[in-house]
């Protein structure tokens, strides 16, 4: 069975498109990651312009967080106070991020940009991983590494507008927050992922926040980024297919249930590495794809 | 009673015989072609086709489908350092959108190449169509290029001896053709033309209107993204955050009940 993507522009099998939804749905389901950052790349690998990949994994990614953060508000793992505060910088930045992808486009290199920062982001990502839970293996322990304040933090602490964010019981400046947001918004529109892997561990390691309190918080304002991306998407680019999104939303659901009883068979360590090596697999397809010699000198400039 | 010259008594039924066969010479070729309307909705994935009709005995047929032509533009590649970028946009236009040429032998069996080249039924032809906005010495190679981008999408399709002849009788020589409308196809008005050959000439010909539209859920979401992309943007996202909810909603009642049941 066919299904016409509208934005897009082309017709593809359902079951093609469902199978992707639910084969990021099983990694997110499997190794608690979103799976935006996978998505878009395999998109992109399917035909779908890079473009349009990007714009609607963000709207797909609206889904997904409103399912999460709604489950973590019930549990009380929001703080609503910290979240908003990002959620500032956020969608300051995802306005950046798509006035970047503006330009770019005008340029006729958003496509190249955005393979390029994805070839970047997943070689450093899927390397840091792979080696790190290598090393956790051969030392054959599952405990982590535990955290030690770094020279960062005293000059964190150091900085002005320092706020008490009661719910993560930590004090910060509200520069911190606001700067994580902004970052995390850019890379939500120029790369359609909801940021949740770099948005968590700098929570936990750099803002100090409980785990649980990090997952939820970083679900509600990722939900925003996300909402505020698609639009912004929808109205500058035209870009955003809903179509696309809302299968591949469905088939996300449907592998992260399968994900997420599959992942307690394995170790942490065993998970983190296989992981990696799909996200490293993915970049060296991308990373052939810009060296090799193309048959044809053109591409087709996409878009409404 | 006079004696009558019997040529002069022939010449009206002669007269006749020659106007009726000359009539029969122009007659446009009959063309059925169905679906008449393609209609691109949610689950399009191309179309199922029948181009069928009546010719005269002993001729070749060729069926040509033409997409309409349309100015697209076009990232040119190049190469910076070690990895390949874009440098720059081409316009190309004037080749049509999509062509498909179908016949009942091979294409150079049916026509002479001066006839192939005002058909523009091959490749060289084709070339010749292409024009850009490119500089003078890139145009070759962008028009092959673009030929050959066409041929990968699927939206040309030059040379397939596929249209079947049936037995030739007093009313003429049927011939059908069956074939799938490519996925690629976008909305517009299309050509079907049904030539008929013979000694490398086309003898006759005839033309139909094939319209492609666009209808249902994809229409109404491409239309509301090009004119009202602000709407649009904000039902993406409550379309979106509905589901979510509505996820989450069922997952935790199903899992409230599994804990009820324990």
Known sequence: ?304 | MSRRNPLLLTLPFLLLSLLAQTLAAVEPAKVEVTPSTVKTGTFYGGAKMRIAGMASAGNKIIVVVRGPSAARVFNKLGRVGPIWVNTGKVTISGAPSLLMIFSSAPLNACLNSAVLDQYQLDLASLKKQVQTDAKAEDRDRLAYDFLAFKAKQGDYRLNSVSVHLGAASPEGLPYSLDFQMPRSATSGKYQVSVLECRDGEVVNHADVELAVVEVGFPALIASMAREHSSFYGFISVIIAMAAGFGIDFVASHVFERKVAAH
């Not at chain 1, 099983?26 to 799976?35: D, N, Q, R």
């Not at chain 1, 960062?152 to 700067?179: K, M, T």
């Not at chain 1, 970052?183 to 926040?209: D, E, H, Q, T």
């Not at chain 1, 929808?234 to 299968?247: F, G, I, P, R, S």
Request: glycine residues 14%.
């Open chain 1, 1 to 304: 069975m066919w299904i016409l993507l509208p934005i897009a522009r082309m017709s593809i099998a359902l079951p093609l498109l469902v199978g992707v939804g639910a084969m990021i749905g099983f990694l997110s389901g499997m190794f608690g990651v979103s799976g935006g950052f996978l998505l878009t790349p395999i998109l992109m690998m399917i035909g779908i312009p890079p473009t349009v990949a990007a714009a609607s994994d963000s709207c797909q990614i609206v889904a997904g967080a409103s399912s999460g953060a709604a489950a973590h508000f019930r549990l009380g793992n929001v703080d609503v106070k910290l979240g908003i505060t990002m959620l500032v910088g956020g969608l300051a930045g995802g306005w950046i991020g798509v006035q970047i992808i503006r330009v770019l486009r005008a340029l006729g290199t958003a496509d190249f940009a955005i393979t390029v920062t994805y070839v970047l982001m997943l070689g450093g990502i899927g390397s840091y991983m792979f080696f790190e839970s290598l090393s956790n293996l051969r030392r054959g322990t599952l405990v982590p590494k535990s955290y030690q304040a770094s020279s960062g933090e005293g000059l964190l602490s150091r900085l002005p507008f320092q706020v008490d964010f009661p719910s993560s019981q930590v004090r910060h400046s509200l520069i911190v927050p606001l700067a994580l947001g902004g970052i995390v918004g850019i890379l939500a529109a120029i790369m359609g992922v909801g940021g949740g892997f770099i948005m968590l561990p700098m929570m936990v390691y750099l803002l100090r926040m409980p785990m649980h309190k990090a997952v939820g918080t970083s679900l509600f304002q990722i939900l925003f980024t996300s909402a505020g991306v698609t639009f912004l998407q929808a109205t500058t680019n035209h870009t955003v297919d809903l179509m696309l999104a809302l299968l591949l939303a469905a088939g996300s659901t449907i592998g992260a249930q399968i994900g997420a009883r599959l992942g307690r068979l394995l170790r942490g360590d065993q998970l983190k590495i296989l992981l990696a090596s799909i996200v490293l697999l993915v970049m060296i397809k991308m990373a052939v794809g810009l060296l090799m010699t193309p048959s044809l000198k053109i591409t087709p400039a996409r878009g409404l």
